[in-house]
């Protein structure tokens, strides 16, 4: 009777433990979802508080660049909440008035409401950053380059006064213990900063979109990458999806979206719908490129090989890089009629008769012979058979290890 009695408490005892045990583990759970929940709204919170950027010193502007890439306040989310289809970022520099024309193409767009621009500044001006808080037809992220030349105009990565002269001898340089005496490039040329930062900046962009950027987590869609002197067709964010489309029933094996060209819109009308495939040239293909992750990741495969490439370019970098670190070459699938136009008339090697409002004249009378042949319902492809490594001579200009590390490290710290 004892021994029954004893069974039954224990029993009892055990179906407490366990009720006891499932109650324990059922309130950390929920403890812990909770406090996931508190650091999503935490952080929902953060990015709606707007930075205001102080340009008054080179420490703001360094502080102000910090804290509104953490920031990272999305310009009219409140008005536009639908989701995402397309991503568009832009690299600007400073070309104000190529940048209007650009964003004034942007609000043409059809269905640019569904479209995130982010605007990724190498120049910070009150200027600048006026014209892109102007916008007020779609969602707008910017994003600030933190190894800006303007933010270390005394040193590296800007010009420090203790570099070598860009065409003295490496002896030379040697004999007067220069900087960065034991590292000419491969024509025995010093680094320039002001050439070597675009190369800089583009790594740096491609690692900060699609690693830091927070409300593109989850986002798998194709990134369009544009720069300030581009303008865009009233049907770009159509014919991109289109392509997106294309690509995924009829070129799988195609790595990037080339929804631009160099030709122009000379036969626009018979070409708006062609598409082709092709390998990835540097002259041909860098503008109105679409970059998926997947390809992010097999570039980062590449990162040492991109850093320390001897040419000051990004898209020479990126064609050297095609068929060698990356084995097979990259496959492209092309908009033979451009959906994105070259505007910008100066830049790197061109500073000066920069004429902006010859250039929209020139978009205008483009635009007015192409307009009945835009939205075309169908796309069509030409395939071109195999795509082999297209190699060239580099182009010098980044010999310096420091443009070496400083690059490499983009993966580690942004």
Same mark, same amino acid.
């Given at each position: 009777?004892?021994?029954?009695?004893?069974?039954?408490?224990?029993?009892?005892?055990?179906?407490?433990?366990?009720?006891?045990?499932?109650?324990? =583990?059922?309130? %950390?759970?929920?403890?812990?979802?909770?406090?996931?929940?508190?650091?999503? $709204?935490?952080?929902?919170?953060?990015?709606?508080?707007?930075?205001?950027?102080?340009?008054?010193?080179?420490?703001?502007?360094?502080?102000?660049?910090?804290?509104?890439?953490?920031?990272?306040?999305?310009? &009219? #989310?409140?008005?536009?909440?639908?989701?995402? +289809?397309?991503?568009?970022?832009?690299?600007?520099?400073?070309?104000?008035?190529?940048?209007?024309?650009?964003?004034?193409s942007l609000e043409k767009v059809t269905g640019i409401q569904n479209t995130l621009v982010i605007?990724?500044?190498?120049?910070?001006?009150?200027?600048?950053?006026?014209?892109?808080?102007?916008?007020?037809?779609?969602?707008?992220?910017?994003? =600030?380059?933190? =190894?800006?030349?303007?933010?270390? /105009? &005394?040193?590296? /990565?800007?010009?420090?006064?203790?570099?070598?002269?860009?065409?003295?001898?490496?002896?030379?340089?040697?004999?007067?213990?220069?900087?960065?005496?034991?590292?000419?490039?491969?024509?025995?040329?010093?680094? $320039?900063?002001?050439?070597?930062?675009?190369?800089?900046?583009?790594?740096?962009?491609?690692?900060?979109?699609?690693?830091?950027?927070?409300?593109? %987590?989850?986002?798998?869609?194709?990134?369009?990458?544009?720069?300030?002197?581009?303008?865009?067709?009233?049907?770009?964010?159509? =014919?991109?999806?289109?392509?997106?489309?294309?690509?995924?029933?009829?070129?799988?094996?195609c790595d990037i979206l080339a929804v631009g060209n160099h030709d122009s819109l000379s036969g626009? %009308?018979?070409?708006?719908?062609?598409?082709?495939?092709?390998?990835?040239?540097?002259?041909?293909? &860098?503008?109105?490129? #679409?970059?998926?992750?997947?390809?992010?990741?097999?570039?980062?495969?590449?990162?040492?090989?991109?850093?320390?490439?001897?040419?000051?370019?990004? +898209?020479?970098?990126?064609? &050297?890089?095609?068929?060698?670190?990356?084995?097979?070459?990259?496959?492209?699938?092309?908009?033979?009629?451009?959906?994105?136009?070259?505007?910008?008339?100066?830049?790197?090697?061109?500073?000066?008769?920069?004429?902006?409002?010859?250039?929209?004249?020139?978009?205008?009378?483009?635009?007015?012979?192409?307009?009945?042949?835009?939205? /075309?319902?169908?796309?069509?492809?030409?395939?071109?058979?195999?795509?082999?490594?297209? /190699?060239?001579?580099?182009?010098? #200009?980044?010999?310096?290890?420091?443009?070496?590390?400083?690059?490499?490290?983009?993966?580690?710290?942004?």
């Open positions: 009777m004892r021994f029954r009695l004893l069974k039954k408490n224990f029993i009892a005892f055990f179906l407490i433990l366990i009720v006891f045990v499932v109650l324990f =583990y059922t309130m %950390r759970q929920t403890k812990t979802e909770a406090s996931v929940v508190e650091v999503i $709204e935490k952080e929902t919170s953060q990015t709606a508080i707007m930075v205001t950027f102080d340009f008054g010193t080179i420490e703001n502007m360094k502080k102000s660049v910090y804290d509104s890439n953490y920031r990272q306040f999305i310009q &009219n #989310g409140d008005k536009f909440q639908s989701d995402l +289809d397309v991503v568009i970022v832009v690299q600007v520099h400073n070309r104000p008035a190529y940048l209007k024309m650009l964003i004034q605007f990724s500044h190498d120049y910070f001006s009150p200027e600048i950053s006026d014209i892109v808080k102007g916008i007020t037809f779609c969602r707008v992220l910017q994003i =600030y380059f933190a =190894y800006s030349i303007q933010l270390y /105009p &005394n040193e590296f /990565p800007g010009q420090d006064p203790k570099d070598c002269p860009r065409d003295i001898s490496k002896e030379d340089a040697v004999k007067k213990s220069c900087l960065n005496a034991e590292h000419p490039d491969s024509y025995g040329h010093y680094r $320039e900063a002001s050439i070597t930062q675009t190369k800089h900046h583009w790594w740096w962009k491609l690692h900060f979109v699609f690693e830091r950027v927070r409300v593109l %987590r989850g986002y798998n869609g194709f990134v369009a990458f544009i720069e300030e002197d581009n303008y865009l067709l009233p049907d770009f964010h159509e =014919y991109f999806k289109s392509m997106i489309e294309l690509r995924k029933t009829k070129c799988g094996d626009f %009308r018979e070409l708006s719908s062609q598409t082709e495939t092709a390998g990835w040239l540097s002259t041909k293909h &860098n503008i109105g490129m #679409g970059i998926s992750r997947e390809l992010y990741y097999k570039l980062m495969g590449c990162n040492h090989a991109f850093c320390t490439y001897d040419d000051y370019n990004w +898209d020479w970098t990126l064609q &050297n890089l095609s068929g060698t670190c990356i084995s097979k070459a990259l496959k492209v699938l092309v908009a033979r009629g451009s959906r994105v136009l070259h505007t910008g008339d100066c830049g790197m090697h061109q500073k000066e008769d920069c004429r902006p409002e010859k250039a929209q004249e020139r978009v205008d009378a483009m635009l007015k012979e192409a307009q009945s042949a835009l939205f /075309p319902p169908v796309l069509t492809l030409t395939d071109h058979g195999p795509v082999q490594h297209q /190699p060239h001579m580099k182009n010098g #200009g980044w010999g310096d290890v420091r443009d070496h590390k400083l690059c490499i490290n983009y993966a580690a710290r942004l």
